[in-house]
């Protein structure tokens, strides 16, 4: 009885950390430039999560970098990089990504915070927000 006291009393301490963690796996940043904004047949591409699925694949697949891009330790698999789009729309799509692109390419390159959520083992959403400090969010 003593010793299920103690197993009890371990389980009750150890609660609070595991309800206190947040689902925050890593994080890089990505420049999202003009060639981000078309698929590798040149097709535009109108849809967020695909532009940010756009930009792993020009990063890990084809070699294609901008200033301001990061490496992440995810979307070198191209299984992970064909779910950024239901990545990003679990996240939600905040007005920052649906303004840039509405406006499309617009002669600059934007950097942009994108976290990778989820707990080991398993990615759940992105969520994605400016460079510049401005509407920061968490997992």
């Not at 430039?33 to 535009?44: C, L």
């Not at 499309?104 to 976290?115: A, F, M, P």
């Not at 398993?122 to 401005?134: K, M």
Request: aromatic letters at 12%; charged letters at 20%; one cysteine or more.
């Amino acid at each position: 009885m003593i010793k299920f006291r103690y197993v009890l009393l371990a389980l009750a301490l150890a609660m609070p950390q595991v309800a206190a963690a947040e689902p925050f796996l890593a994080a890089y940043y990505a420049n999202i430039a003009r060639v981000d904004f078309y698929n590798s047949r040149g097709v535009p591409l109108r849809d967020v999560g695909a532009v940010v699925q756009q930009d792993r694949a020009n990063f890990h697949r084809f070699g294609v970098r901008q200033s301001g891009d990061e490496y992440d330790p995810y979307f070198g698999d191209r299984a992970m990089r064909a779910r950024i789009p239901e990545l990003v729309r679990a996240g939600g799509v905040d007005r920052y990504l649906k303004q840039l692109l509405g406006r499309g390419w617009q002669g600059y390159d934007q950097v942009w915070l994108i976290q990778i959520c989820g707990t080991p083992g398993r990615v759940t959403h992105l969520r994605i927000d400016p460079a510049d400090g401005d509407g920061y969010s968490n997992c």
